[in-house]
């Protein structure tokens, strides 16, 4: 595509740009039957992309009931994935198929399945909040390599994408993945004369990272402040170490066939871990908010006060809850929006009402329920009707931009080319640089330190460049043929017939882009953009119309950036 030196390089500073301008609040409605558009932008949020059927399905229902089906399925797996000797050399030896490392030892076939269920399975919510909740309590395959302990650890946040917080946290604190990532598995007590001390890994990033942050919070997510105006820590070194000798005395549960059974077992990730109370620190600990486990309990005991103790901290709801209202809606939520999904995560009787503000009903939820969550999240007044546009929007992870756009089209793909491509724009699936993920939730927006912009801290002008090309492919009119050594690979293709027949009125075919790829919400400079683009090939040429705009529309900033 001639058009990529042209646009490419200007993409960067004008999609950061984009989100300080203005942008066209949506039409909500007060009726549960909705707009195209305002399915399409909904889809946007809550899904991997529209497609034709997910919108009809929106258009006649409306947001909670697509929301209420969405809560009842459990589609989405990854099969093929047995445990295997975690040496190589020995489960693959010499004879066995070349892609047998690949296949075993690799997280290849995961990271295939991911993309897989993205494109074709219909739990799309469960899996956009698996996706979300993988991006905080992060593990990754820079350690955790074996496509079974990733699985398995996925499968947690799948499982309890629609259940309660505390339970996610109690299976990541006990699974042995995020044991072997942040050195919770064979942690041993204390003992002065072999110089053992609890490692504090895991008692620190399940802290900052994966519940209750650095500072304590407001329920509107704005810090709190001491008499001098600075924020207040939520806990201190003397914290950490309480959560660090509350976690000790668990290892892995024993292989299949192992003869014996003793702390400080080898690896194993297809059970949680299992605890030896004699390596278990029995002492009084200190945690948060001036509690203290008595001393005397059992290794298991500790653990489920210590979870308990994170999940009830006041800080959880807004500190989680504003994550996932980036993950899913804006980068930059008011105040006001963050206070009302921290008050669903709280629970307790809530008034449920239209995004135009009519009330429904109301429903009595315990705290921490994902459910109430997710529906306080994607209802929310602000997620169809931004109470500020300069500062409403967010730009779309690689991983997003590319499921979005191939379900947009009415495209197809087995997971292989959108697995490699994802990795080439810097985001492999499960695989983040640290267990600060691929960004940071406060990540700043280029040229603007007041906004955060998250997933510019992996989207640069190198991926910027790199996803050019990636839309040259699949843009390209042509498949990208299966790969054979994938038992049932299909390939990933976007047929454009249909565009290419729209093509022979460039008006038209302006008009069904908009519709589908900005949820019919694009600028009229864009779309004069796009009518130019479709004119640059003469007439007798429709399908490299069809591709001009289609690929001018992928590349904008007005698309890259959801608002």
């Given amino acids: 595509m001639r058009l990529a030196p042209l646009v490419v390089p200007a993409v960067l500073a004008a999609t950061a740009a984009l989100l300080h301008g203005p942008a066209a609040a949506a039409d909500v409605r007060a009726a549960p039957a909705l707009s195209d558009s305002e399915a399409r932008r909904f889809l946007g949020q809550a899904s991997f992309g529209p497609t034709e059927a997910s919108v009809a399905a929106v258009m006649s229902g409306g947001r909670l009931a697509w929301l209420q089906d969405q809560f009842t399925r459990r589609d989405s797996d990854f099969t093929g994935v047995a445990w295997v000797d975690p040496d190589p050399n020995k489960g693959c030896p010499t004879g066995t198929a070349a892609t047998c490392k690949r296949d075993n030892y690799s997280l290849f076939p995961v990271q295939v399945q991911f993309f897989a269920n993205a494109m074709q399975q219909p739990d799309q919510l469960r899996q956009r909040t698996a996706l979300a909740l993988s991006e905080i309590l992060v593990v990754s395959g820079n350690v955790i390599k074996l496509p079974n302990a990733m699985a398995k650890y996925q499968r947690i946040f799948l499982r309890h994408a629609f259940g309660n917080f505390r339970d996610v946290l109690r299976e990541v604190a006990m699974s042995p993945a995020m044991g072997r990532y942040l050195n919770m598995a064979n942690n041993d007590k204390p003992n002065p004369a072999k110089g053992i001390e609890p490692n504090e890994n895991f008692a620190r ?5 994966f519940s209750i942050g650095l500072w304590q919070l407001n329920a509107d997510g704005s810090a709190r402040l001491d008499a001098r105006g600075q924020p207040i820590p939520t806990y201190d070194q003397d914290t950490v170490e309480g959560f660090a000798h509350a976690f000790t005395g668990w290892t892995y549960a024993p292989r299949p066939g192992a003869t014996r059974n003793r702390f400080g077992n080898p690896s194993y990730y297809d059970a949680p871990m299992i605890a030896f109370n004699d390596h278990h620190d029995t002492a009084a600990k200190r945690l948060l908010n001036g509690v203290t486990l008595p001393a005397g309990q059992t290794a298991q005991a500790d653990l489920d006060a210590a ?111 959108l697995r490699a491509q994802a990795a080439n724009l810097s985001q492999p699936v499960y695989s983040p640089p640290s267990v600060f993920n691929f960004f940071t939730p406060d990540y700043d927006l280029p040229d603007n330190t007041s906004l955060d912009g998250p997933a510019f ?71 004069t953009a796009l009518l130019k683009a479709a004119q640059l090939a003469p007439a007798t040429r429709p399908l490299d119309r069809a591709k001009a705009a289609l690929f001018l529309a992928a590349m904008s900033p007005e698309y890259l950036v959801e608002n």
Avoid at 205 to 209: D, G, R, S
Avoid at 350 to 373: C, E, F, Y
């Fill in 205 to 209: 990033e399940v802290l900052q990272l």
């Fill in 307 to 417: 979870i308990d103790n994170i999940f009830n901290h006041p800080n959880v709801g807004p500190f989680i809850g504003r994550q996932l209202i980036q993950q899913f809606v804006t980068a930059n939520p008011s105040p006001a929006y963050v206070q009302r999904v921290s008050q669903a995560f709280n629970g307790g009787t809530v008034a449920l009402t239209t995004p135009a503000g009519v009330r429904t009903s109301t429903t009595t939820t315990p705290r921490g329920d994902m459910k109430a969550v997710l529906t306080a999240i994607l209802t929310d007044p602000e997620a169809a009707t931004p109470q500020d546009p300069s500062r409403f929007g967010k730009l779309r992870e690689p991983i997003v931009q590319l499921t979005h756009l191939i379900r947009s089209l009415g495209g197809s793909s087995d997971g292989v080319w």
């Fill in 457 to 527: 801290g992996v989207f640069n002008a190198s991926a910027a460049f790199k996803l050019s090309g990636a839309l040259a492919t699949l843009l390209s009119g042509k498949p990208v043929p299966p790969d054979t050594t994938v038992a049932g690979a299909t390939g990933t293709a976007i047929d454009l017939t249909r565009w290419q027949t729209l093509a022979a009125t460039p008006a038209a075919l302006v008009a069904e882009i908009n519709r589908v790829m900005f949820a019919g919400r694009a600028s009229p400079a864009l779309q």
